[in-house]
């Protein structure tokens, strides 16, 4: 039947009912009073302690790397009162204190640590989740390689052993037709280029490994050209048949011709023909590139040797090969003192006066200098034989006088 009564004033009171929601933290008195009409009143007072509450904080779940053996777990609450005690939930034995040694977990495993505040009226607690992760590792470079600059889709990954996946690669020097993994040589000046490839996540330093690509150029045996040369070339040289060539390959005598050393042919000794050479350039990495060439061989020109001849006025028709001997046939007469009656290879000396006529055989080649045979033909008139008078003596003989002319 007694009342209480709010010393402090604290506004709280409601009957026998303390709202202590209401009022800062604090030290707050209440009195409880039993009055009687017959016997005096008595009362007590009361001494209520109101504690701030307990805050254990807000936790953010986190990865850790395997080689973290110094992590705090604070680190992974805010708003959270000091003072409370952590708990090795999953009981790794890893939990000293608030620091986590990760270096005995397991990769790819969580664990529960729960933080708990108690004071002697509040409580809190708060659970937070750490999750082990692996080393990063950008694996290890296999020894520099060099490619063909043919090649179009060279995977850089394949310079690598034992990495794991995700990683970036960094286009360390620039190399052009470089992309994502990939590099296309064909588009990229020959030379040594090196590439990078990086892990990175949250929880553990990134590893990075560089390896190194050499582009070659590839071979070129340029592009040949038939050639015709004469018998008489004592040194003749192949690459001459060639443009657009790399130096250094060589030269195979496809056919066995005679007077062929390096990349000179001595036609006099090859002798008349068609023989195919084949010049060949090799690389270290690219695939050989070859090219042949077809050397004609012509024989030396012979316009034959002439000799001179004579032939009567009256002859209607003179051939004037029979002036020549060893000469080459197709061949082609000319008129030099522009004879009358000369037609291909026929004389016709009736229809001139005569005197001495000269004409020349040249024979001409491709490759061979021509050659010319002159030759002199003379015309004679018929022979005049002239009959004198007879005189006769008058002893009976006479004589006769002949003028032969």
Do not use: H
């Amino acid at each position: 039947g007694g009342v209480w009564t709010d010393d402090d004033a604290t506004g709280q009171l409601n009957a026998n009912l303390f709202d202590a929601s209401g009022v800062v933290p604090g030290t707050y008195n209440f009195t409880y009073t039993v009055t009687s009409s017959n016997c005096p009143s008595d009362n007590e007072t009361v001494t209520i302690t109101v504690e701030a509450p307990a805050s254990a904080g807000t936790a953010t779940n986190r990865n850790i790397c395997i080689t973290n053996d110094n992590f705090n777990l604070f680190t992974t609450l805010t708003g959270f009162s000091t003072g409370g005690t952590w708990s090795d939930d999953d009981g790794t034995g890893a939990l000293l204190g608030n620091t986590l040694d990760a270096t005995g977990l397991t990769v790819g495993s969580s664990y529960n640590f729960t933080y708990t505040v108690n004071k002697v009226a509040c409580s809190d607690s708060e659970t937070v989740t750490i999750t082990i992760t692996d080393t990063n590792n950008a694996g290890t470079a296999l020894s520099p390689v060099s490619i063909c600059d043919t090649e179009t889709n060279f995977d850089l990954f394949s310079m690598l052993s034992g990495e794991d996946a995700g990683g970036t690669w960094s286009n360390d020097d620039g190399a052009s037709g470089f992309s994502g993994s990939t590099l296309d040589a064909s588009s990229t000046t020959p030379g040594t280029y090196n590439f990078t490839y990086t892990t990175v996540t949250t929880a553990c330093v990134e590893d990075s490994e560089t390896i190194s690509i050499t582009i070659e150029k590839s071979p070129e045996a340029g592009s040949a050209t038939n050639t015709t040369i004469c018998e008489s070339e004592t040194s003749f040289d192949l690459f001459s048949t060639l443009t657009g060539y790399d130096t250094g390959g060589t030269w195979n005598n496809d056919d066995g011709a005679s007077g062929f050393s390096g990349n000179t042919l001595d036609a006099s000794s090859a002798g008349p023909g068609t023989y195919n050479f084949t010049y060949t350039v090799s690389g270290a990495t690219c695939v050989s590139d070859f090219v042949t060439v077809a050397i004609t061989i012509e024989n030396t020109l012979s316009a034959g040797n002439g000799t001179n001849a004579q032939v009567c006025i009256n002859s209607t028709s003179f051939n004037l090969f029979t002036t020549l001997a060893d000469y080459d046939t197709g061949g082609t007469w000319t008129n030099d003192s522009g004879a009358s009656g000369f037609s291909g290879n026929t004389f016709n000396p009736s229809l001139n006066a005569a005197g001495n006529y000269t004409f020349t055989y040249t024979v001409s080649g491709t490759s061979c200098p021509n050659s010319s045979e002159a030759v002199v033909i003379t015309v004679n008139d018929l022979p005049d034989a002239n009959i004198l008078d007879e005189e006769i003596c008058d002893d009976g003989v006479g004589s006769t006088t002949e003028n032969t002319s």
